[in-house]
């Protein structure tokens, strides 16, 4: 119900659009993001924004270089991630909740199936 698209591999600096595509009949009501899984550490969400598009979150060490927006009209939501380094390596998962402050504890109710960024120095 979630796909995500646009991992690959880039070099320090670089940058990826990464997309992902809605099929939930509740998608406009969802607020959506975007956690990251590195290996060997816990899943961290790393971009948030509430189902309207006007409220967004940035986890510090992303803030100024990822920017998430969504498309309503087409159940679209993205992550532009910019100037990227070897620690933002990891599996980048799109997750749905109905609820904000699940989705910000990292507890969402929809999950894709991730897609994997590596960035080489």
């Known amino acids: 119900q979630l796909v995500e698209s646009g991992g690959g591999l880039v070099h320090t600096g670089e940058s990826l659009r990464l997309s992902c595509a809605a099929s939930?009949?509740?998608?406009?009501?969802?607020?959506m993001g975007w956690i990251r899984q590195a290996p060997g550490k816990e899943p961290d969400l790393v971009a948030a924004?509430?189902?309207?598009?006007?409220?967004?979150y940035y986890e510090p060490s992303v803030k100024g270089r990822f920017f998430i927006s969504r498309d309503n009209n087409n159940h679209m939501v993205y992550l532009q991630m910019n100037i990227l380094r070897p620690e933002d390596t990891a599996i980048y998962y799109c997750?749905?909740?109905?609820?904000?402050?699940?989705?910000?504890?990292?507890?969402?109710?929809?999950w894709g199936q991730g897609t994997q960024v590596t960035v080489s120095s």
């Open positions: 997750a749905g909740d109905l609820n904000w402050g699940q989705l910000l504890g990292g507890l969402a109710t929809y």
């Open positions: 939930i009949a509740t998608f406009t009501d969802l607020n």
């Open positions: 924004i509430d189902w309207i598009g006007t409220g967004d």
